[in-house]
């Protein structure tokens, strides 16, 4: 039997059970037994930020009420694509999502919430039951688990960026007093860790720049693979997270894609895996598997149309240009981060590093290939995380649907930078990712079909995201504002604040 005792998560460590196990009745005792006096309802609309809507409990029953049958809010005012003639919905509290609100002065207890209709049915178009069905589907068309873990990457601005400056652009793993938000950084990942998030690890990213007197530092959190509606939970908390100790110490962040011009970007960047029996069928006899390449296959045949979901704002495309670090090209590659699928090392070496580096050590010949994953590099913090996941794994279903899936991997496997001159002929052949936000939504609109498939997203939906991106209309936009940088900065100043 596991011990939860320590748990960051201080709801499974008091009651010393995994999370997925809540029961109301465990809320009701963590909270009568903690001296919580607040109750908030905290749930995702089409903005794709954090809503909240707060509970004084005044007594068992009246907790019991609101924790048994939820509560009613206006959809109207939360969907744009919700009437107000009959714009009443349920807000349903998830009890596996229950966390302390590590920012409340009174002892409040926050948990995620689904959507229902009228009739107690979930919101077919509610984006998180939208990624329950993707995940259903998946499950059952394959016997199989979808795991996902994203990084967060993102800027902020820096303090008195004159003493110990970092180095323009190579700020990647920088440490004090080089980057002055690392504190900032490590409490984000403490608190996020509390809340029920799954951390890997935090660093300092490449980007690190001074104009005027601002200076700016770029920064990453990463997770660890988890089912895909649990990982983009913690995503959403996470961004939640960092931007209200940002806001505590007065500092501007931003997850935007382009802050300013000829710097790196920030990207949403999302790593897939594939389970069954507990084990990662994404590697096979020590190499990446069939499989993985099928499920690869199925997100290169969508790629452009992903981008509807997440790179949904213009100055997405100012970061998908060539030689930074971000993909324009629709290919994949071992360890090529020019790529838009890239296979980071896996632990396949089957060498045991740790003894060699530390000769005192047992030998430790256990497999860590189950570590394996396959990143998508494409999405952005504009990105609509519910909608972007079910893509991803409506995407990977449809490659190992596909008949010829393992000849559209080989076909697009770039074995080397695919910018190298060598690979100038090939490069030619490729397609390339959209440019704006108007090409997605009409690559969208032309994959539909794959994505409405078993109803999955409703054609509601996807006419909404199509909607959305035309009203940016920002078709030859990139081309029309190259080298103004005022123009650029402009654009980079209205979209700071994405999703």
């Known amino acids: 039997m596991t011990n939860y005792k320590f748990s960051p998560n201080k709801i499974e460590k008091y009651l010393d059970k995994s999370c997925k196990d809540f029961t109301k009745e465990d809320i009701k005792k963590f909270i009568f037994e903690n001296g919580i006096k607040m109750l908030n309802f905290r749930y995702v609309a089409e903005d794709g930020k954090l809503k909240t809507l707060n509970f004084i409990i005044t007594g068992e029953q009246h907790l019991d009420s609101i924790l048994s049958t939820g509560e009613r809010v206006d959809g109207s005012s939360l969907f744009s694509y919700i009437g107000a003639g009959s714009s009443d919905l349920y807000v349903i509290p998830r009890f596996k999502t229950a966390f302390i609100n590590p920012f409340a002065e009174i002892p409040t207890l926050d948990i995620l919430c689904s959507f229902f209709d009228a009739e107690g049915n979930p919101l077919e178009s509610a984006p998180e039951f939208i990624l329950k069905k993707a995940c259903r589907e998946f499950t059952e068309k394959t016997g199989m688990i979808f795991k996902a873990m994203g990084e967060l990457e993102y800027y902020i601005k820096s303090k ?156 997405s495309y100012l970061r998908l240009v060539p030689h930074q670090e971000a993909p324009t090209y629709v290919c994949w590659g071992d360890r090529n981060r020019s790529v838009l699928v890239r296979v980071p090392l896996g632990w396949l070496g089957g060498k045991d590093m740790v003894k060699t580096a530390n000769p005192n050590e047992p030998a430790d010949n256990r497999d860590f290939s189950s570590k394996q994953t396959f990143e998508f590099r494409v999405p952005d913090g504009s990105a609509d995380i519910y909608l972007l996941m079910a893509g991803l794994v409506t995407a990977c279903r449809h490659g190992l649907e596909m008949d010829n899936s393992l000849e559209v991997a080989n076909n697009l496997y770039a074995d080397t930078d695919i910018f190298a001159a060598e690979y100038k002929e090939k490069l030619e052949a490729l397609e390339q990712l959209p440019t704006c936000c108007w090409d997605s939504a009409d690559i969208l609109d032309k994959k539909r079909e794959v994505f409405e498939k078993n109803d999955i997203f409703p054609a509601g939906t996807i006419d909404a995201v199509i909607e959305n991106l035309k009203k940016h209309n920002d078709q030859g936009l990139n081309d029309r504002i190259l080298g103004k940088v005022d123009e650029i900065m402009a654009v980079v100043e209205q979209h700071m604040h994405c999703m």
């Open 160 to 315: 008195r960026p004159e003493l110990y400056p970092d180095i323009d652009q190579k700020g990647y793993h920088s440490s004090k007093p080089f980057t002055k938000w690392e504190d900032l950084r490590t409490e984000a990942m403490m608190l996020i860790a509390e809340c029920g998030g799954k951390i890997k690890y935090g660093h300092s990213e490449v980007g690190s720049f001074i104009t005027n007197e601002d200076g700016y530092e770029q920064h990453e959190i990463e997770f660890l693979p988890v089912e895909a509606e649990d990982a983009v939970d913690q995503l959403i908390i996470g961004k939640w997270i960092v931007r209200m100790l940002a806001n505590r110490e007065e500092a501007l962040v931003s997850w935007a894609p382009k802050i300013t011009v000829g710097k790196a970007g920030s990207g949403l960047h999302i790593h897939m895996l594939a389970e069954k029996d507990g084990k990662n069928i994404c590697v096979e006899n020590g190499k990446l598997s069939d499989t993985a390449k099928r499920m690869i296959a199925g997100i290169m045949d969508l790629s452009g149309a992903l981008t509807a979901f997440g790179n949904t704002i213009p100055t």
